[in-house]
């Protein structure tokens, strides 16, 4: 009987451990469903993503050099701030129908890879290109793409936006433009790719020109000119190139800023006075006066629900940022007493934040608050940063820094730890697209 118990007994255990052992086993099983490598760009501190890019292989000699295509993507991974490249690319990246040496590729520290193929006969290209988790041997995304030689930045930029929406749900902003107001003393109207290649003059007037704003649609620029000897408001539809005068009241028409569905702008107005913060639409009627009293109130932008818009008042002594609803009402303070010059902002596309120019040290740097006034940070500290704006999809701000002797157009990522200049000619106030091509 005792024998029989302990049998009994040894027989329990023996079925606890098994079903420990089941359990670890079910554990180890599901743990590759939890393990999908994905970017958290929420945690201010969070490690890079290790990410190989493998040079793109091509059956033929041509115009276009696979290790080209491949820096282009890389650029693009790295100036998110979220990625750290990880070398040697030049390990297998396997064949058109087969998989990357996963093996290889993972003593690297590799955690996504990306290959790729190509052919370009004459002026037509097609590529195809992957996305691969090492670890886990398995492909994410795969994309095959066709068009002429002559875009093949285009199309990189296009996969790497994909890679974007796959590893952080939402699409990377490579495929944008940034326009800007060159340092040519007539001020014209650029634009380049988010990256400064395919810089495109904008505008010819021959005079003065400020403030670049896109439409929701990029299909057309508004933009305040001194052409007709006032700071008037202008558009210019960029399937023509042709500009139009869209408000042009005595004094000030400036800094306009499209609501987010594009059927309102916001700007400063003077037509009655001092500055003041008026909606219109965009074929220039007035909708509302926002803002009264005796400060001088510009720089309107637009929170990315419609519903607010934070601007610019002296009215306290000093340049500092306020909020009022976008349908008027009270103005709220959002920086913080003590600081002495804020000016510039721009609401992040998530809504949580406000970029904008502080003047610390007596220099101007680029800062972000919430948009509550709170957690105040400082991005810049050399030369003078101002004229922040973000990127479409939040990652990236870009501004105007003379920090290498003239003034250029910078990039840098969300937490500023990545800065770089971007536009091939002097040039200040860039304005990003806010759509994907």
Request: include cysteine; charge should be positive; charged fraction near 20%.
């Amino acid at each position: 009987m005792a024998l029989t118990c302990r049998i009994i007994r040894l027989s329990g255990w023996l079925c606890f451990f098994r079903v420990i052992s089941i359990l670890c086993l079910m554990i180890l099983i599901e743990r590759p469903v939890y393990c999908q490598i994905y970017v958290d760009i929420d945690k201010p501190k969070v490690a890079k993503m290790p990410v190989a890019v493998a040079d793109l292989q091509s059956s033929q000699p041509g115009p276009l050099n696979g290790r080209h295509l491949a820096g282009i993507i890389k650029n693009d991974l790295y100036l998110t701030g979220l990625f750290q490249t990880v070398e040697p690319t030049s390990l297998p990246s396997g064949t058109p129908t087969g998989e990357p040496d996963f093996e290889s590729w993972s003593q690297t520290g590799a955690q996504a890879l990306i290959t790729g193929f190509f052919q370009a006969n004459g002026d037509q290209l097609v590529a195809e290109m992957r996305l691969y988790e090492v670890p886990m041997k398995k492909m994410l995304l795969g994309k095959r793409f066709t068009g002429r030689t002559g875009d093949h930045r285009q199309i990189m930029h296009k996969f790497a936006d994909h890679v974007m929406a796959q590893l952080d749900k939402i699409p990377g902003c490579f495929s944008s433009r940034i326009a800007f107001v060159d340092a040519s003393q007539s001020r014209e109207i650029f634009s380049m790719d988010f990256d400064g290649h395919d810089l495109r003059q904008m505008t010819r007037t021959g005079a003065l020109n400020l403030s670049p704003e896109w439409s929701p649609d990029r299909g057309s620029i508004v933009f305040t000119s001194y052409v007709n000897r006032n700071p008037d408001l202008w558009g210019l539809d960029l399937a023509t190139l042709r500009s139009y005068p869209i408000s042009a009241r005595p004094g000030i028409n400036a800094s306009a800023r499209y609501s987010p569905d594009g059927g309102r702008i916001a700007l400063s107005l003077s037509a009655k006075g001092i500055p003041k913060i008026f909606t219109i639409t965009p074929q220039g009627h007035i909708i509302k006066v926002l803002t009264n009293g005796r400060g001088n109130d510009i720089s309107p932008t637009w929170s990315p629900d419609g519903s607010a818009i934070a601007y610019v008042s002296d009215h306290a002594g000093t340049p500092q940022i306020y909020v009022i609803p976008a349908e008027g009402g009270p103005p709220k303070r959002l920086t913080p007493a003590g600081s002495k010059y804020n000016t510039d902002p721009d609401w992040s596309p998530q809504g949580d934040l406000l970029a904008f120019t502080s003047r610390i040290d007596g220099r101007f740097q680029i800062c972000t608050m919430r948009t509550d006034g709170t957690d105040f940070r400082v991005l810049t500290n050399k030369g003078a940063n101002e004229d922040p704006a973000w990127s479409p999809d939040g990652r990236m701000i870009t501004f105007t820094s003379n920090r290498d002797g003239k003034k250029l157009i910078y990039l840098m990522d969300a937490r500023g730890e990545i800065q770089v200049p971007i536009s091939p000619i002097s040039g200040k106030t860039p304005a990003w697209s806010r759509n994907f091509r």
